[in-house]
């Protein structure tokens, strides 16, 4: 690639949240293949260079200008004193499309039940500094000693821990019972700020934010076709969620007409059955890759 070609250099997160961040890109357009070793993947975009780096480093290689852009959690920004420019924020993560929330915890059978009385103890945690600053601004002297990996075990060989969950299923399986909430987190897309001052990198990052919250968007959504003789066709309507502003084209024959329409998954299931029964025929449910607004 000739060097007079721009290229963003975008940072794609390494570990757990990898998949997902995959899934999201590719559903937005952009399909990125990663070697079994590599730390440079490939993009089907020339404009774009892939980097993997791990979440909890992303946003010092961002503020540094190695890469232009990248995904992470708010919680690594906030760790590192990051200064970076947060374009958006995309809410999913490793399992779910939820916050994931980092929560202090002790053993089911602690005698601890507040946050005050870990005054004077001593909690492992990977977020080191977002701990530290949580217990300094209520006034209690804790040791936050910094874990390398499974933080879980810890918190029996110390008074507590402060360790990361998306669905709390990791402190039931652990015998672990949460204190208090240390911060909830989402995902990031992240600019350096010389980049940001670029004509050319903040529109293409602009437009890669644009597809990216597209097809978070549609995640939970389905598009929904149907036939409706237009004697039925109020009674039709009725049953749409009223928020919803459906499209309503002429067929050939001008007894019916289609119905179109983009709607809740989950309200799918309990929709289809009713319209069916006030007259829609044909219908069809088809998933969604971007919903832009």
Request: hydrophobic residues 40%; proline residues 4%.
């Amino acid at each position: 690639m000739p060097e007079s070609h721009p290229v963003l250099r975008v940072g794609i997160p390494k570990g757990s949240l990898s998949e997902s961040t995959l899934d999201l890109f590719d559903r937005a357009g952009y399909h990125i293949r990663v070697g079994s070793r590599s730390y440079f993947p490939s993009i089907d975009d020339p404009e774009i260079q892939c980097v993997m780096f791990r979440a909890q480093e992303m946003s010092r290689y961002v503020e540094d200008g190695v890469l232009d852009m990248g995904l992470t959690g708010v919680d690594w920004i906030r760790e590192n004193d990051s200064n970076v420019i947060e374009v958006c924020e995309l809410v999913y993560a490793k399992a779910t499309a939820r916050p994931v929330r980092w929560v202090l915890a002790v053993p089911n059978e602690s005698p601890i039940r507040t946050v005050e009385e870990f005054d004077g103890k001593i909690v492992a945690s990977e977020l080191l500094n977002v701990t530290r600053r949580f217990f300094e601004e209520r006034g209690l002297s804790v040791k936050v000693e910094f874990s390398w990996g499974a933080t879980e075990v810890k918190a029996r060989l110390l008074d507590g821990i402060v360790d990361v969950t998306e669905t709390g299923s990791s402190l039931v399986a652990n015998d672990l019972r949460e204190v208090a909430t240390i911060m909830t987190s989402t995902t990031r897309l992240i600019a350096n700020r010389s980049a940001w001052q670029d004509a050319w990198k903040r529109r293409k990052i602009e437009s890669i934010a644009l597809l990216l919250q597209g097809a978070i968007e549609a995640r939970q959504k389905v598009g929904l076709k149907m036939n409706v003789a237009r004697d039925h066709l109020e009674s039709v309507l009725k049953l749409l969620p009223s928020e919803l502003s459906p499209t309503i084209s002429s067929l050939a024959d001008n007894r019916y007409a289609a119905v179109e329409v983009v709607l809740e998954e989950a309200v799918e299931r309990e929709l289809i059955p009713a319209l069916k029964q006030a007259g829609a025929s044909g219908i069809i449910t088809y998933g969604l890759n971007k919903i832009i607004p």
